[in-house]
Structures are given as C-alpha cells and as structure tokens.
C-alpha cells in the first residue's frame, strides 16, 4: 500500500529566509504526486503536482518541489518565506488507474517576522 | 465558480444523535471522496466512490455509511455518532482520469458531545 511521511510535524523560519519541507512516499512504480496547503479554517489547495516529465515543479505562490526517484522524495521548497506562508503542508501520493489520494500527517509552518 | 461545497459548516451533535453531511461539486467529476481531519494524523479516507454508482470503504469507515446520490452528490451519515467522531470532515471530488488532482471543500467541523 502507498504511504507518505512528512518527517517533521512543526517548522519554524524567519520571513525572508529559505524554506524546505520533507516528504518521503512508500510506492512501487512511478507515483502521482502532490503538495497541498491548508489555511487556518479552510479547505486544502494544490500548490503543485507531479505526474511525469521534469523533476522539478514549478507551482503557485512562489513554490517548488523536486521529484527524486532515488530518495522516494519529494520535498517542497520556497527561496524566500513570507509571514501569509504560515499553513499548514500536506503532501500526497496516488496512484494511476482507480487512484486514491493518501495524504502525510501534515508540517505546520510557523514563520516570525 | 462554487467547485466543491459541504454543508454544514459547523455541527454540534449529542451521543447517539444521526446526521447527514452534504456535499456537491459542479465540475462534472466522477470521483468524490469523503475524508476526516484529526490533529496530528492528516487526512485519512472514510470513504469512496470512483463513479456514479459505485462506493467503497476507506481506512476508517466504521460508524459512518454514504450515499452517491448522483454524480455531483456525495453524502456521509453518522448513523448513531459518537465522540470518536468528533473531527473535521472534508469532501473532495476528482475528474477520474489519471493525470488530475483533487479539490477540496471548505470542510464541516463537527463536535459530539
């Protein structure tokens, strides 16, 4: 069965400074996968995915996530934190065919000013 | 555009109490997805139904049944709740093709006491 691993439960970094969150997935073939972000009392959004193709993800509000077959990782990344960046992270993988996303435990991003 | 829409948004329930939470999608999808929310353990699936017609059990599917009332609605019923329940739930819907992600609803916050 799939299964992700978000290593850390909380992460904390200064505005401006660089950001990187873990994800490790448990998955025999080439997975799908995903970066959501959670606002206090909101639904979660997609901030990018990955299903083929370049490793490296381009997504919204100034995100990117690497995709590295190797490690079974797919880390999230931001050269530059801003205080509205305090979320909550969740990563996901799925599988082609049926699919049947399985998210992380979820990384909570504090960030001080 | 509405995109994924749950109702209630808020729910405070007495032990053995039943209920329905609602959830439409306007996007013409074939999947849904009913998930809970509890601290610390991300997102896990209740249940699923890959098309209209079709319904299958997630991870944790006891105490709760569904309906795939038509292919915009998807419902889960507590049937007899329990403070166990208590949780944040959130529907999902995904086109059903491989290369799609999914979107969320805003979630319904229920509380049984």
């Known amino acids: 069965a799939q299964s992700v691993t978000q290593p850390d439960i909380h992460i904390t970094v200064s505005e401006g400074a660089s950001l990187e969150l873990r994800c490790n997935y448990s998955?025999?073939?080439?997975?799908?996968l995903f970066w959501y972000v959670q606002s206090p009392g909101q639904g979660l959004q997609l901030l990018l995915k990955?299903?083929?193709?370049?490793?490296l993800v381009q997504g919204i509000k100034g995100f990117e996530a690497e995709f590295k077959r190797s490690q079974s990782s797919f880390n999230l990344r931001k050269p530059s934190v801003h205080w509205s960046d305090a979320a909550e992270y969740f990563c996901?993988?799925?599988?082609?065919?049926?699919?049947?996303?399985?998210f992380g435990r979820g990384t909570s991003l504090i960030v001080h000013p | 555009n509405a995109g994924v829409t749950q109702t209630p948004k808020f729910q405070v329930l007495k032990t053995g109490q039943s209920m329905t939470l609602q959830c439409a999608q306007d996007?013409?999808?074939?999947?849904m997805y009913w998930y809970r929310q509890d601290p610390g353990m991300g997102l896990r699936l209740i249940y699923y139904s890959a098309s209209e017609g079709t319904t299958d059990k997630g991870e944790v599917p006891n105490g709760y049944n569904v309906s795939r009332l038509n292919k915009r609605e998807f419902s889960l019923r507590l049937e007899s709740a329990a403070p166990s329940q208590t949780s944040v739930y959130f529907c999902?819907?995904?086109?059903?093709?491989?290369?799609?992600?999914?979107?969320f609803g805003q979630g319904t916050r229920l509380t049984v006491v």
């Open positions: 999902a819907s995904r086109a059903g093709q491989e290369n799609t992600e999914a979107f």
């Open positions: 998955y025999g073939a080439t997975p799908y």
């Open positions: 996901a993988v799925g599988e082609g065919g049926s699919y049947i996303p399985t």
């Open positions: 990955y299903f083929s193709g370049d490793t």
């Open positions: 996007m013409n999808h074939n999947s």
